[in-house]
């Protein structure tokens, strides 16, 4: 009987004491909205997550050597030494002509400093052997370092032109740059569209010939005589005085008057063999906006740095330079402010929170009444500011995830305040206990039943922190915000609900005096007028408070009767209708139908899901497939392209995709209402971060147009998907032996090509020959849904090999390497030294004049100085005399994967199509009558794939992992199996809503976005779950008590009965509650409706509309919610009563059977 009365009489000692303790809850409240406040202001923004990646690059530049050289004397031996070490997940290398990149990728427990210095021990390790290659005197020095993709993507472009030559245009963007790379958040801004300069020594070969001056002989004279040196001290009259010798040029014609060589007293100065010129390096750049050239600075923030801070502050270095600096006819524009894009999608989010707020509030005066619904609502703010307060804490940026996550929990987070009013209320106003009593009493009665349901909650998503990988990195946001909010929500329900209701709650509150409400309007709106004057950035907060004061008035003046009505009338039919639907579902035979109706459901739910995916009506999606912010047309010309004329043809391509996007269509009387600007650029910056990322390599052979769009909401409805598809057939087969690709940008991290086949094997001729077979044979298939069909690798790069015959040169004493050596200097030319000017350094490059450089007769008729092996005199032969040249063709890359040689045969999906895997099925088909592949090659389908396989994999497992930590809490919670095997068929059973809801709508099952809101739905259900049985379960207690039961006992048939439909009747409005506000909380999101709270009064514009980017992202999720929670809230009605009454009298029939007792009531 003890036992019975601890269990059924209880009090909470934790609330119980914030309750004695009212003052110190008072200062906690203001000192957390303080701080949640002044966190949300100061937090930085971004648009996602800053990913780190456990993978460290290793560049090394080895200029005038081939694919092949690079491999074998670069790439094969590094990764040698590579391969051996610990906790190494994959190693991938290209190597191109003059330069190499591998990328070693470790597991994700490996701290990045250490796989850096581990890496950098087995580079020095290799340079330290005999075979490693030199240049220009020293060793070749590959250079190991992590990469942050955010560190690669330019935030923002700053554009500079004018009727001013270049270098003066270059001179204003030096200036802007010196400022913004002081800037912490900055790592760099790389000018584009102009050259650094030079002094260039070009030597013409006749007169080097003629005067019998070698290459050497040059860049001697050079670096030992534009030299600063000391000398020492000299002690003289008892001074020290250090002694320096000035040797260093002054300006670049000063080297002409160096002496090369003297013969029989007369000398040979530089300027008789060589014209010396202070001039641009040769062309690596080109830049335009909007088709005219100008002067570019490509600014890259520095990783885990604000983004929209860095991004202010450079455009206030820019203002103040065009203020104070610049002339006022120079334009200086910024284009591809990536800041813009990250604020926008923040507000939105920011204000789908407030626009969830109201209607979850608007919906809580309806079922609570006013004040009650405040008791409740108050927990909306107190928690967002505690978990945003709490996440600022722990150095988290304001990201779309964690927007996201708050929105999540909007609906989630109220679950406990609604227990906690509801309980208080009903014990007030059905047993008439006082404030005091009922707080303690209510708050006891349900404390454990909400810590457990949100400690279950919260298992759900512990699995997800566990995430791996890139993915990991990006989406584990969303269950830590979850976890932050609903501990939050657990906290202020507890705590600071239990002293509200103990000191306000009453259970008459229907009038809402006229003198309370122009009291609370007049002290909200006045302070939101005053924050709305004179609040500078908080601006936003003074329109929430008016609007706030507005919706009460409007509350007070007209839907204060309708929501008396409902709590009067349709809520107590309501809950009436619901018991006699409770009561005629548990008679008879109907609690078995229902459950195997209900069950009959779930396969005919999934078996139609089948059947949807199987006709393609419904669409398997990794993630998201948003719309383009950015159209970036990435082109490639055959390697070995001069600049000159990949900037030429670009100019072509430049107009074709401005000729789309300025169609009529997008203008609105010559104002472009799609396209905010558009920038192109040509050799330097021209790559893909995606797949270029670190690369030091020069591209003369690429071009990149970029054409931003404006932001969603000014684009009218237009969708900038058709833009960019209709750039994308403009450019289609235009240029043969171009490669162009209209891509957009992407969200999320990178997964890799939707197709793509790797091919591996040691030939590599071979390799290449089978892909482009693989090509063709796919396109004569014609596979639905694959676009243009691409080869990542070729052996077009038009190549020149030079035979030395060894004999020959052998007899005369030189070497291949001689050979080499004079080839490399004739071409690439040698740095001779520094010259400084104005605190710059330039470099002193010497090399044949331009005529001779490409001159083939005359670079192989150039003589080679050696020294005979016979007479010892120094003679000269001309390299032709020992070399043979032939043109031929070489690979423009050679790529590996693990060591193994692999050429990627890859493809974009389709538009209009978005499952990959179908494609990729599809394309395996067909593939087995594919009869060109050699037992030598192996292929693999990864990418896109590969990744999507391994992340459904991980969500499926952190599904029912999540399961079975749900599992065992309950069981801990109940000390029974049977109610949380209940729980556990409920989850289930909401799958019902989630396949159906996707099957009717047609909407698209997206892997990464319904995975996760099928695992945030098993935590919602099992919250409501949990209230409910664990009341039912009290109830099934209190009867046993009041008629002397034991434990192990069970109530009559008639009895039960009353205490399942009693405790559905108690806990239906905190049930339907959940579920409303939880749907109610998504809705905003999950339709795209977009309504600017802070511009509100500010702007008096509340710049309305629908659709938008965190829909598209977001909505697979929100839907996914709401589908399952429809569903749901019918399950925890009406089949957990009757599950939990079928399972209870089957327990009562085995008792019967194996015990033989029966149940006496002592009357």
Do not use: C
Not at 372 to 399: D, H, K, Q, R
Not at 410 to 419: E, Q
Not at 612 to 620: D, E, G, M, N, P
Not at 712 to 729: A, F, H, I, M, P
Request: aromatic fraction near 10%; hydrophobic fraction near 45%; glycine fraction near 8%.
């Amino acid at each position: 009987m003890t036992t019975n009365n601890k269990k059924t009489d209880k009090e909470y000692k934790p609330s119980s004491w914030a309750i004695a303790n009212s003052t110190t809850m008072y200062v906690a409240i203001f000192l957390i909205l303080a701080l949640g406040i002044a966190a949300y202001f100061s937090m930085p923004r971004e648009d996602f997550p800053e990913i780190k990646e456990t993978k460290i690059y290793i560049s090394t530049l080895y200029p005038g050597n081939t694919a092949e050289d690079i491999e074998k004397l670069i790439t094969d031996p590094l990764e040698d030494q590579l391969k051996g070490l610990s906790g190494v997940v994959e190693i991938t290398s290209t190597s191109q002509e003059d330069y190499s990149m591998i990328v070693v990728e470790f597991d994700d427990n490996m701290n990045v400093e250490v796989a850096k210095q581990r890496v950098k021990d087995k580079i020095d390790a290799e340079k330290a052997t005999e075979d490693w290659p030199t240049f220009n005197g020293a060793k070749v020095d590959p250079n190991a370092f992590d990469l942050s993709i955010s560190e690669e993507v330019p935030f923002l472009n700053i554009n500079i032109s004018g009727d001013y030559p270049l270098e003066k245009l270059k001179e204003f963007a030096e200036y802007l740059q010196d400022d913004i790379e002081d800037l912490i958040e900055v790592k760099q801004a790389d000018i584009r569209g102009v050259q650094k300069k030079e002094v260039e020594v070009a030597v013409d070969i006749y007169k080097m010939m003629a005067t019998q001056v070698s290459f050497n002989d040059v860049i001697t004279a050079i670096n030992n005589g534009n030299v600063t040196s000391s000398a020492g001290n000299l002690i003289a009259s008892g001074q020290r005085r250090t002694i320096r010798i000035l040797g260093e040029i002054e300006k670049p014609s000063d080297l002409e008057n160096f002496v090369v060589k003297t013969e029989k007293g007369n000398s040979i100065y530089l300027k008789d063999i060589a014209t010396i010129r202070f001039k641009e390096k040769d062309k690596t750049t080109f830049a335009r906006k909007d088709g005219k050239p100008v002067v570019m600075l490509d600014v890259k923030k520095r990783a885990g740095k604000n983004m929209v801070g860095a991004a202010e502050q450079v455009k206030i270095i820019v203002d103040e330079a065009v203020k104070n600096y610049f002339p006022k006819n120079l334009d200086v524009s910024i284009t591809n402010d990536l800041s813009d894009k990250t604020i926008s999608q923040v507000d939105d989010l920011v204000n789908n929170i407030i626009f969830g707020i109201i209607l979850v509030v608007g919906v809580l005066m309806f079922f609570l009444g006013f004040k009650n619904a405040l008791f409740v609502g108050f927990a909306i703010p107190m928690s967002m500011f505690m978990s945003i307060m709490i996440l600022n804490a722990m150095g988290y940026t304001l990201n779309t995830m964690i927007l996201f996550g708050l929105i999540m929990g909007l609906g989630m987070l109220v679950d406990n305040g609604i227990v906690v009013v509801e309980n208080v209320y009903r014990l007030m106003d059905e047993e008439g206990m006082s404030r005091v009593e009922a707080a303690k009493k209510g708050i006891g009665e349900i404390a454990y039943p909400i810590i457990i349901s949100t400690v279950t909650t919260v298992a759900a998503f512990v699995p997800l922190g566990l995430w791996p990988g890139l993915f990991g990195q990006f989406m584990i946001y969303f269950p830590i915000t979850l976890s932050v909010v609903l501990g939050s929500s657990l906290v202020v329900a507890i705590f600071f609900n239990s002293v509200l209701v103990s000191k306000f709650m009453t259970t008459e509150d229907k009038d809402m005096p006229l003198k309370r409400i122009i009291t609370i309007t007049s002290i909200v709106g006045a302070f939101g007028l005053v924050i709305l004057i004179f609040g500078g950035a908080y601006r936003g907060l003074g329109s929430v408070m008016i609007f706030t004061a507005i919706m009460l008035w409007v509350y007070r003046l007209f839907l204060r009767k309708w929501a008396n009505y409902f709590q009067d009338n349709t809520l107590v039919w309501l809950e009436n209708a619901y018991e006699t639907t409770l009561k005629k579902s548990l008679k008879r035979w109907f609690p078995v139908a229902i459950t195997i109706g209900t069950f009959v459901l779930l396969f005919i739910a999934f078996g139609g899901f089948g059947a949807s995916v199987a006709s393609q009506r419904t669409k398997i999606e990794f993630f998201p497939d948003n719309k383009p912010n950015q159209v970036v047309v990435y082109i490639e010309y055959p390697q070995g392209t001069d600049i000159d004329e990949t900037n030429k043809i670009t100019k072509q391509i430049e107009q074709r995709v401005y000729n789309v996007l300025n169609e009529a269509t997008y203008l609105d009387n010559g104002y472009n209402f799609m396209v905010e600007s558009s920038v192109s650029q040509v050799g330097e910056g021209a790559g893909n971060p995606q797949t270029d990322g670190g690369s030091t390599a020069e591209m003369p052979h690429r071009g990149k147009i970029t054409a931003s769009m404006r932001q969603y909401k000014y684009r009218r409805g237009l969708d900038s998907e058709e833009l960019r598809q209709k750039v994308q057939k403009a450019l289609t087969g235009i240029y043969p032996g171009v490669q162009i690709s209209v891509e957009k940008d992407a969200n999320g991290p990178p997964a890799g090509a939707p197709i793509n086949i790797e091919l591996e094997g040691n030939n590599y001729d071979e390799l290449i020959v089978t892909a482009e077979k693989m090509r063709a044979f796919i396109n004569t298939r014609n596979v639905p849904g694959v676009d243009e069909i691409k080869i990542d690798v070729n052996k077009d790069k038009p190549s020149m090999k030079v035979l030395v015959d060894r004999k020959k040169a052998g007899e005369l004493g030189v070497s291949s390497s001689q050979v080499g050596q004079q080839l490399r200097n004739a071409i690439f030319g040698a740095k001779a030294g520094i010259y400084k000017e104005d605190g710059d350094d330039y470099d002193i490059n010497v090399r044949f004049n331009e005529d001779i450089r490409y001159n083939k007769s005359a670079i192989f008729e150039q003589k080679i100085t050696f020294r005979d092996m016979a007479s010892g005199q120094v003679k000269t032969i001309p390299v032709s005399s020992i070399a043979t040249q032939t043109n031929s063709s070489g690979f423009s890359a050679i790529k590996h994967r693990d060591t193994k040689r692999v050429v990627t045969v890859y493809s974009q999906l389709a538009p209009g199509y978005v499952d990959a895997a179908a494609v990729v099925n599809q394309i395996k088909e067909e593939m087995k009558s594919f009869s060109e592949l050699s037992s030598a090659i192996k292929i693999d389908y990864t990418g896109q794939l590969e990744e999507q396989n391994k992340q459904q994999a991980f969500l499926v497992g952190a599904f029912f992992k999540g399961l079975a930590l749900i599992f065992f809490i309950l069981i801990f919670q109940f000390n029974s199996v049977s109610k949380p095997s209940i729980i556990m068929v409920a989850i289930f059973l909401s799958f019902i809503g989630v396949f159906g809801g996707i099957v009717i709508t047609g909407s698209s099952f997206v892997i990464m976005m319904t995975m996760m809101g099928i695992i945030a739905l098993a935590g919602i259900v099992v919250n409501n779950g949990v209230v409910l049985l664990d009341y039912m379960q009290l109830l099934i207690d209190r009867k046993k008590e009041e008629f002397g039961l034991e434990n192990q006992k069970y109530l009559p048939k008639e009895l039960l009965l009353e205490a399942v439909i009693k405790a559905g009747k108690a806990r239906l409005r905190p049930v339907l509650l959940t579920a409303i506000t939880t749907i109610l909380g998504l809705i905003p999101l999950a339709i795209g409706l977009n309504i600017d709270f802070f511009s509100l009064f500010s702007e008096f514009d509340a710049k309305i509309y629908m659709g938008g980017d965190n829909v598209i992202f977001w909505g697979p999720l929100a839907w996914t919610v709401i589908y399952g929670l429809f569903v749901a809230t019918f399950l925890t009605l009406i089949v957990v009563p009757i599950l939990f009454y079928l399972i209870t009298r089957f327990k009562m029939w085995l008792q019967q059977k194996f015990q033989q007792e029966e149940i006496k009531i002592v009357e």
